[in-house]
């Protein structure tokens, strides 16, 4: 591949090896997507804090770098955004709240260090929701991230400026964390890959508490290629971290080719009857079933018993998000959205024994999953119970009909996953009739991203849905 064969939507791979090769250098690659980011982000606004002068200076380095011979990094070269609630040294890092409107970390966090030193160029931040809370991306700093499929679209969150950024054509890769579907939601409205990893597969650093498990930082792609490739850098044990898996980032890097043939795949639209679920939504994911079926795999239609994850997702949310913004939001009690505010405030009720019976019941989901995986291979279920929605409303007022009272209701399809310890990915499966992007969610048991990457690998061919991309010029 030539560089007048490098485009914006060219795979991270491609581009990589084109850098390497001095087929383009990382200054040419870089004002290629400085050029996308000029005709798209003012749409779109998923790049925020964007400094093409410093991301140039960076580029430079890396092209010096290749000509004095030096070994590079694999991401080397590659434009790379950072979602705004990661710190990155020497950049305005704001998580989407007044409050650090003008914050500038002096240190990159671990999994920021891990991707700059894997060589890639920074160009800016993405956008998210206020404090990364909810899933659609609005806050008082920066506005709105739409869908780039249809801007009147929510493009999700709260990784939703990675997701929009990476759909546009703007980066190549992007990062993104999930507590419940931070990671996958976006990835499902934008048509891109996302992955929510297992606990600590991704190590944190610094972090308040090292042994809270809901939250997790991952990768987010157009392809599970190029989500491997990025998984690989930001996995591996670090020794700031006492909770990272031992397993080396290097291991996810090749994706191995299976065939869908054999494969046990258990297949639930809404857990049996545990959540509503759009009516396109159920069928993207009643397609995806059937192609399955024809493509040799065994498919069965079981659901594991998930009834304690309402209970446990929001008890431990509530109390993670009262021990994080409590005393920020005693001090400022107006500098907070209504719903985020509200939700602090039910962890100032919650009890010892309260988040004792949270642990209890999570312990006993992963228990149930672990086993609900020595029968299958993987559970095929929706990444959201919706798809994007207007871009005007905080969260869909409905499904079916059926009012969702809150800002976290419409969500369950993730966050039930997230308190199951098991890893989920969002693969591109299908559009509504009004052109809107649906992702299928596939989880595996804990701690088999491996596996996980080939069953998503094999499905995303089978999909096709991934090649489609937005109409934006």
Avoid at 121 to 138: D, L, R
Avoid at 237 to 260: C, H, M, N, W, Y
Avoid at 352 to 373: C, K, P
Wanted: glycine share 8%.
């Amino acid at each position: 591949m030539t560089s007048a064969e490098i485009d914006h939507y060219s795979t991270a791979r491609e581009m990589r090896d084109a850098v390497r090769a001095k087929r383009i250098s990382a200054r040419e690659l870089l004002d290629l997507h400085l050029e996308r980011i000029d005709a798209t982000n003012d749409t779109i606004n998923a790049i925020v804090s964007l400094d093409p002068e410093r991301a140039r200076e960076e580029a430079a380095r890396a092209d010096e770098q290749l000509a004095r011979g030096e070994d590079v990094g694999p991401l080397h070269g590659l434009p790379f955004a950072f979602k705004d609630t990661h710190a990155v040294g020497g950049w305005r890092s704001t998580s989407g709240s007044v409050l650090r409107a003008d914050h500038i970390p002096e240190h990159d966090e671990l999994v920021v260090e891990r991707v700059r030193k894997a060589g890639a160029v920074t160009v800016g931040k993405t956008n998210v929701p206020e404090w990364a809370a909810g899933s659609h991306t609005f806050n008082p700093i920066f506005g709105t991230t739409v869908n780039p499929y249809d801007p009147t679209r929510s493009a999700g969150g709260s990784s939703g400026g990675s997701a929009a950024a990476l759909a546009s054509g703007m980066v190549p890769l992007a990062d993104g964390s999930d507590m419940g579907g931070s990671l996958r939601n976006p990835a499902s409205f934008c048509n891109v890959v996302g992955l929510r990893p297992s606990f600590a597969r991704v190590p944190q650093w610094p972090t308040g508490n090292a042994w809270e498990t809901t939250s997790v930082q991952g990768p987010m792609a157009r392809n599970v290629d190029d989500l491997a490739l990025l998984l690989s850098v930001q996995a591996g044990p670090d020794g700031r971290s006492p909770v990272g898996q031992e397993t080396p980032g290097s291991a996810f890097e090749k994706v191995q080719r299976i065939g869908l043939a054999g494969l046990k795949v258990a297949v639930s639209v809404d857990l049996d009857g545990a959540f509503e679920v759009d009516h396109q939504v159920r069928e993207v994911v009643e397609a995806q079933a059937r192609a399955l079926s024809d493509a040799g795999a065994q498919v069965l239609e079981r659901a594991p018993s998930l009834s304690e994850a309402e209970d446990t997702f929001r008890t431990l949310r509530a109390w993670h998000f009262q021990a994080s913004y409590g005393a920020m939001l005693a001090e400022h009690p107006d500098s907070f959205k209504a719903s985020l505010a509200d939700n602090i405030r039910l962890g100032a009720d919650l009890t010892g024994a309260d988040v004792a019976r949270a642990y209890h019941q999570r312990t006993e989901l992963s228990l149930r999953m672990r086993e609900f995986f020595t029968e299958v291979d993987v559970l095929v279920m929706p990444v959201s119970q919706v798809p994007p929605f207007s871009a005007d409303q905080e969260y869909p007022a409905e499904i079916n009909g059926q009012a969702q009272q809150t800002y976290l209701d419409w969500m369950r399809s993730a966050y039930f996953i997230t308190v199951t310890g098991c890893p989920g990915l969002s693969i591109p499966a299908g559009f509504t009739r009004e052109g809107w992007p649906v992702g299928i969610q596939l989880v595996t048991a804990p701690n088999t991203e491996r596996r996980l990457l080939e069953i998503g690998r094999a499905v995303e061919e089978m999909t096709g849905a991934s090649a489609r991309r937005p109409s934006l010029g």
